[in-house]
C-alpha cells in the first residue's frame, strides 16, 4: 500500500512552495493585481525557466515530462500562494487539450512555446450563463473558420491562442486552435470579481481556427474537464489550506477578554472543521492525481469527487478566514479577500456543483448498470 | 502512487485467506443483516470459538509479543486480517478490549506475573474484558470519576457506580479505575485495578438505550475487595496508565457502522418520487454527492494512514477525524432514508420498511455514535489543539484538591 506521493514528486513540492513564500511576500500578489496588468510577466517567465510550465508536457515537445502527479503538486502550491499568472488556463487547459487531442505537428507548434512560457493558450467554452452542455455551444466552425462569441473567456486578454469549443458541421463539438492575433477576432476585457483571474469577451467573425484532430465529439470535452477538475481540485485545497493558516495565525495572536481568541471554542471548533473539510479534500485529490495518471474508468468519479470536496472546504476557509478576521478581514490590505473572491472564481470555472454532482451521479448510475449487466 | 500490496504484505494477505476459506464461511449477497442488535449467549460462544480458533493458528494478538502467545507482527497485519476477514460470516468481536486495549496495558504497565496470568486466557477468548471508566457524572471529563477506592491492609475496598460499560454482562475480568486519594488535584489521586467481575458486591445492570436494545450496562460497585496484587501500575498513576490504554485504542479507526453512501444509493434508485427513480431529483443528488464525497475522502484518509503504518510511521490524527465525521454522516443518512419514505418513514415494521427497517433503527442508535468514544464536542477539541496547536480549554479544576472541586447536580 502507497497512497502518497513520490519523494522526488514532493520535493518538487517543497521547492515550488519555497520559492512562491520567498518571491511573493505578503502585499506582493495584491500590488500586482492593483497594477491594472493581465498577468505577472516576469514571475511567468520565472516559472517557466524552473520548467514547472513544462512539467507534464513530453520532453519531446520542449517540457520536462514529469507527469500529471507532479502538476498536481504545482497547482497545489499555486493555489496557496495566489501569483497573477494564467497556469490553469494555459496549462491545465489548453496545453493537456493540445497534449492529448491536437496532431504531432500541432504539438510542435504549441507545446515548446507553453511550455517555456513564450505563449500563453486560453480555453473558450463558455458563451455566457449556464454550465458545460453539448448543445451550448452557439459558435460554429466551417471551412476553417470560427463564427460565435465566447465569454469569460479566463486569461483572455493575455492569450497568445485559445482552444475554442465550437459546433462542426456534423453538429457534433469539437475542439479548435485559433491564434488571437489574427484578422476577425475581437478581444474585450470583461471585469470578474477574481482579479487575479482576469477575463475576455472574445468574439470570432469568421476567424481562421484548425481543429484538434483527436478531439472528435463532446466527449472528448467532459474528458478534459474532469482532467482539469482534477488540478483545480489541487488549487482549491492549496487555497483552503493557505486561509485557514492565515485563520490560525490571526486568532493566536489576537487577544480579547484577556486571551487569544484561538482559546475560545467557538473558533476552535470552526477551524477543526474547516481542518475536517480539508483533509478530506485533500484525500479525494489524491485519490483523483492517481486516476488523472491512471486515465481509466475511475477518473470522471474521481475528479468530480475532488473538485466538489476541494471547492466546499475552499469556500468555507475563505470565508470563515474573514469571519475569523472580525473586521481586519474585510479590508483591502488583510488580503483575505483574494481566498474568497479565488475560491468562488474556481467553484464556477468549469461549470457548477450542480453540474458535477450530476456528472458524479450519472457516472456512478451507469457503472451501477455495468456492473448489473 | 500504488494500491497493490507490498510483497510482505502480500504474502501475509494469501496466508490470512487461506486459513479464512479454510475455517470460516464466505459472505454471499442473500447472507447480509441490517439490523444491530446485542449480543445473545450463542453470539458470545460461538466468538469465544472463533477466537481460540484464530489465536491457535497465529492470527489473533498480530502486536502482542511472541511470548505471550502473539505474533510480534506488524500494525498492517492486523489491518490486512481485518479486510479479509470482513468477507467472511463470523461471530461478532468481543475481544477488542481485552486483546487490543486491556492486555497490551498490563504489557507494559503491570508486573510480569499479571501479564503472564491474564494474556493467554485472552487471546484464546477463554476470559472476556470490559473497562469500568464512564461514571454517571463522569464522561467526557474522566478524570472526574468519583468511585472510591480505599486501602484496607492488603486489600482496596471500592464504591462507586461505573457506567456505559460494554460487555460487562459477560466479561469475566475489567479494567476498573478509582479515586484513591480525593485530597490532590483530579489526575494525581487515580490508580488502575484489575477487577474480577465474580467478585462479591459487583452488580450488572443492562441499560435500555433509546432504541429499545441493551448493548451496554452499568455497574454498582458495593465494598467490592480487590488484593493490592491486583493494582495494575503504581498508587495514584491511575492516569498515565488511562492514557497508555486510550493510546492503544487509537490504533482502531473508529467508523460509525451502519447504512452509508452506497446503502443511500440503492434506496434513492429503488423508490420513486413524482413518477421517477428519487435519484433522478435534484435536491436527493445534492445529498447523494455530499456523501459519497465523504464516505471517499475517509476512505482515502485510511489509505494514507495505511501507508503510514505500512512504512513504519505513527499515523496522525486520521482516526479522529474519521470518528468525527462517520458519526454524523451515519445519522444524517438515517434521517434521510427516513425522509425519502414520505408517510411509511416512521414504519419499523421489517416486513414493509427496506432492509428490515435498517434506516429506521439507525436513526434510534445514531445520537449514540456521536457520544460514545469521545463526544462530537471532544474531538474537535483535540483536533484543535493537538493539531492546529490552539490554546487548551481552560480548566479551573486542574490544580485544586479533588474534594475542592465544585459539583453540580448531575
Not at chain 2, 447523494?288 to 501507508?307: D, E, H, P, V
Request: proline residues 5%; glycine residues 8%; neutral net charge.
Amino acid at each position: 500500500m502507497n497512497f502518497e506521493f513520490s519523494e522526488d514528486v514532493t520535493a518538487m513540492r517543497d521547492e515550488v512552495n519555497r520559492f512562491l513564500t520567498n518571491r511573493l511576500p505578503t502585499g506582493a500578489v495584491r500590488h500586482q493585481i492593483e497594477s491594472g496588468a493581465m498577468l505577472d510577466r516576469e514571475l511567468w517567465q520565472e516559472l517557466a525557466a524552473m520548467g514547472w510550465l513544462g512539467a507534464s508536457i513530453p520532453e519531446a515537445y520542449g517540457g520536462a515530462g514529469l507527469g500529471h502527479e507532479t502538476l498536481c503538486m504545482i497547482a497545489e502550491e499555486l493555489g496557496r500562494a495566489l501569483p497573477f499568472v494564467p497556469v490553469s488556463s494555459s496549462i491545465f487547459l489548453a496545453s493537456l487539450a493540445i497534449q492529448d487531442y491536437g496532431s504531432d505537428a500541432q504539438k510542435q507548434a504549441y507545446l515548446p512555446g507553453l511550455a517555456d512560457g513564450s505563449r500563453i493558450g486560453a480555453f473558450a467554452l463558455a458563451e455566457g450563463n449556464g454550465d458545460p452542455a453539448p448543445e451550448s455551444a452557439g459558435t460554429s466552425f466551417a471551412a476553417g473558420r470560427l463564427t460565435g462569441k465566447k465569454h469569460p473567456v479566463f486569461d483572455g486578454a493575455a492569450a497568445d491562442f485559445a482552444v475554442v469549443a465550437a459546433r462542426n458541421a456534423d453538429g457534433g463539438t469539437g475542439l479548435y486552435i485559433a491564434d488571437l492575433a489574427a484578422p476577425a477576432i475581437l478581444r474585450e476585457p470583461l471585469a470578474t470579481f477574481d482579479l487575479g483571474r482576469p477575463a475576455a469577451v472574445i468574439t470570432f467573425t469568421g476567424a481562421a481556427a484548425s481543429p484538434l484532430p483527436l478531439a472528435g465529439d463532446w466527449s472528448a470535452i467532459a474528458r478534459l474537464l474532469d482532467q482539469a477538475a482534477i488540478l483545480f481540485a489541487f488549487e482549491a485545497v492549496g487555497g483552503a489550506q493557505a486561509a485557514l493558516a492565515m485563520a490560525l495565525d490571526y486568532a493566536k495572536s489576537r487577544y480579547a477578554f484577556g486571551r487569544p481568541i484561538a482559546a475560545l471554542q467557538a473558533i476552535k471548533h470552526k477551524l477543526a472543521d474547516i481542518y475536517v473539510a480539508i483533509e478530506l479534500a485533500r484525500s479525494n485529490a489524491y485519490f483523483g492525481a492517481w486516476a488523472l495518471q491512471a486515465d481509466g474508468p475511475e477518473r470522471p468519479a474521481a475528479a468530480a469527487a475532488a473538485r466538489l470536496s476541494a471547492n466546499d472546504a475552499f469556500f468555507e476557509a475563505a470565508k470563515e478566514n474573514i469571519q475569523v478576521h472580525g473586521g481586519m478581514g474585510f479590508t483591502w490590505e488583510s488580503d483575505c479577500h483574494l481566498y474568497y473572491r479565488r475560491a468562488k472564481q474556481l467553484a464556477g470555472n468549469l461549470g457548477s456543483a450542480r453540474y458535477w454532482r450530476n456528472r458524479l451521479i450519472g457516472r456512478l448510475l451507469a457503472q451501477n448498470e455495468t456492473e448489473a449487466a | 502512487m500504488d494500491f497493490s500490496d507490498t510483497p510482505d504484505e502480500a504474502a501475509f494477505r494469501a496466508e490470512a485467506r487461506a486459513f479464512l476459506s479454510a475455517n470460516a464461511v464466505r459472505k454471499s449477497a442473500q447472507s447480509r443483516t441490517y439490523r444491530s442488535r446485542a449480543f445473545t449467549p450463542e453470539d458470545v460462544a460461538l466468538s469465544k470459538a472463533w477466537q481460540a480458533t484464530k489465536a491457535a493458528a497465529g492470527f489473533a494478538g498480530f502486536h502482542w509479543p511472541k511470548k505471550y502467545g502473539g505474533r510480534d507482527g506488524t500494525q498492517m497485519q492486523a489491518i490486512i486480517f481485518a479486510q479479509e476477514e470482513e468477507n467472511y460470516l463470523v461471530p461478532p468481536g468481543i475481544f477488542n478490549q481485552g486483546v487490543g486495549m486491556a492486555l497490551p496495558t498490563i504489557m507494559s504497565c503491570g508486573t510480569p506475573a499479571q501479564a503472564n496470568r491474564y494474556a493467554r486466557p485472552a487471546l484464546f477468548g477463554e476470559e472476556v474484558w470490559c473497562q469500568l471508566f464512564s461514571e454517571p457524572a463522569a464522561g467526557s471529563d474522566l478524570a472526574g470519576l468519583r468511585t472510591r477506592a480505599t486501602r484496607e491492609g492488603d486489600d482496596w475496598l471500592v464504591n462507586g457506580q461505573k457506567v456505559w460499560t460494554s460487555n460487562a454482562h459477560f466479561s469475566q475480568f475489567a479494567m476498573l479505575i478509582a479515586r484513591s486519594n480525593p485530597d490532590v488535584p483530579k489526575h494525581q489521586g487515580l490508580t488502575f485495578f484489575i477487577l474480577d467481575m465474580a467478585t462479591p458486591g459487583v452488580e450488572v445492570r443492562r441499560i435500555k438505550q433509546i432504541s429499545g436494545t441493551s448493548n451496554f450496562c452499568e455497574v454498582f460497585l458495593t465494598d467490592v475487595r480487590i488484593p493490592d496484587s491486583q493494582r495494575l501500575g503504581a498508587i495514584g498513576d491511575g492516569w498515565k496508565v488511562a492514557m497508555t490504554m486510550l493510546a492503544n485504542e487509537r490504533h482502531t479507526v473508529g467508523q460509525a457502522e451502519g447504512p452509508d453512501f452506497d446503502d443511500i444509493f440503492r434506496l434513492a434508485k429503488q423508490l420513486t418520487l413524482d413518477g421517477q427513480p428519487a435519484v433522478n431529483d435534484s435536491a436527493v443528488r445534492e445529498k447523494l454527492a455530499t456523501w459519497y464525497c465523504q464516505s471517499q475522502g475517509l476512505k482515502y484518509i485510511r489509505l494514507r494512514m495505511q501507508t503510514a503504518l505500512s512504512r513504519g510511521k505513527t499515523p496522525g490524527p486520521e482516526a479522529s477525524i474519521a470518528k468525527l465525521v462517520s458519526a454524523s454522516k451515519l445519522q444524517d443518512i438515517a434521517a434521510f432514508g427516513v425522509d425519502l419514505l414520505g408517510q411509511a418513514g416512521a414504519v419499523m415494521d421489517p416486513e414493509t420498511a427496506p432492509y428490515d427497517a435498517w434506516f429506521q433503527h439507525a436513526l434510534l442508535y445514531a445520537p449514540g455514535k456521536r457520544i460514545a468514544g469521545g463526544t462530537d464536542e471532544i474531538l474537535r477539541n483535540i483536533i484543535a489543539e493537538r493539531v492546529l496547536k490552539m490554546p487548551p480549554e481552560l480548566r479551573l479544576d486542574k490544580d485544586i484538591p479533588f474534594n475542592k472541586i465544585p459539583a453540580g447536580l448531575r
